[in-house]
């Protein structure tokens, strides 16, 4: 029986799963060169007050989309409500896209050794690091693409772990019918407040839940305002605490939740991003063609938006375009997103 089918048996009082369909997107970011706007990015933007209301939308936040990796907070929760017992790095760890550093290899083994289980047991596509350098050195050692250096192996780990402490077979733990992935289901919809669209194939070989980018930031906010000691508040405080464990050293995410107080956020590929405050305010952004040089730019503004201070935020606020050596230019947020001023 198939994941939506299963929880459609079950009954819910949440909102509809999101249309899937071209989603509407906007200008969101402009590449300027020389003072000559060379190319525009499309994407979609949502920013929620503290009180859950939407302050700013651009684009379409209500299509359904993929949320990639930005969804591993969400998935960390779902394995904290079925016993995992984790706390601190390896619960960032869990909730990772790592860089593939020692110590996320080190860390996922720890998770693999406290659940008394192999390597062999992961079922991650083999990959090289994720970090240039990292994966530099790692190719001039001669070494070849394994599911330890994959940047999801710290969150198979703990869904092996997970899965194992419920007594739930092992090698079949990504099929979308396992109870493992039931549960994980059940949570992000209980957390995006909306039923899931579509069930498909991350690129680590996890079952990828559809939602809708306002889906994705309420999820976000329901973490950062959850009561301590919840799972909700033992993720966020893992992640902020542990913020290299949860990405890698020089990663722009770790940077953000080091320069902004109380931040919690996540990158996922093709140019997502979700990031919230202990007050509840969130933003998410999803870039439309998943140019990741457009992310960083788009999700500082919308933090601004948010009522973050751009002095704090300026070191991110523009990714430089370079020509000759030099830089002349920058990739900057559109028009849409700059900085409300007073008439």
């Excluded at 394994?146 to 733990?173: E, F, I, P, R, V």
């Excluded at 070989?205 to 000691?229: D, E, M, N, Q, V």
């Excluded at 993720?235 to 919690?264: Q, Y």
Aim: proline share 7%.
């Amino acid at each position: 029986m198939s994941c939506l089918k299963i929880l459609a048996e079950q009954g819910s009082s949440l909102a509809e799963a999101p249309t899937i369909r071209e989603p509407l997107h906007a200008p969101v970011a402009q590449l300027v060169r020389g003072g000559v706007i060379e190319g525009i990015h499309y994407g979609s933007v949502v920013v929620l007050g503290a009180d859950g209301t939407v302050e700013l939308q651009i684009g379409d936040i209500e299509a359904a989309f993929y949320p990639r990796s930005a969804l591993k907070p969400v998935q960390a929760v779902a394995m904290l409500r079925a016993g995992l017992p984790l706390d601190g790095e390896l619960l960032s760890l869990a909730a990772a896209s790592h860089s593939g550093e020692e110590r996320h290899l080190a860390g996922t083994r720890r998770i693999l050794e406290q659940a008394g289980l192999p390597e062999e047991a992961l079922r991650n596509v083999p990959d090289l690091p994720y970090d240039p350098v990292v994966r530099e050195a790692w190719v001039r050692e001669g070494r070849l693409p394994s599911q330890l250096a994959q940047n999801c192996s710290g969150k198979h780990a703990a869904m092996l772990y997970t899965a194992h402490l419920n007594g739930w077979s092992l090698d079949d733990y990504l099929d979308p019918a396992h109870p493992l992935q039931q549960a994980i289901a059940e949570i992000v919809e209980d957390l995006t407040g909306q039923a899931i669209a579509h069930v498909s194939v991350d690129g680590c070989g996890a079952p990828l839940f559809s939602i809708s980018l306002h889906g994705l930031a309420r999820a976000a906010a329901r973490i950062t305002t959850a009561p301590p000691g919840t799972p909700e508040a033992r993720v966020a405080d893992a992640m902020r605490e542990h913020a290299e464990m949860a990405s890698g050293s020089g990663r722009d995410v770790a940077a953000l939740m080091r320069a902004v107080p109380g931040l919690l956020t996540k990158d996922g590929f093709e140019g997502v991003h979700v990031a919230a405050l202990p007050d509840g305010r969130a933003v998410a952004v999803k870039i439309a063609d998943g140019a990741d040089r457009a992310r960083l730019p788009v999700v500082v503004a919308a933090l601004a938006r948010c009522g973050v201070d751009p002095v704090v935020l300026a070191e991110f606020a523009q990714a430089p375009l370079f020509g000759g050596g030099e830089v002349v230019g920058s990739i900057r947020p559109a028009r849409a997103l700059e900085p409300l001023t007073d008439a």
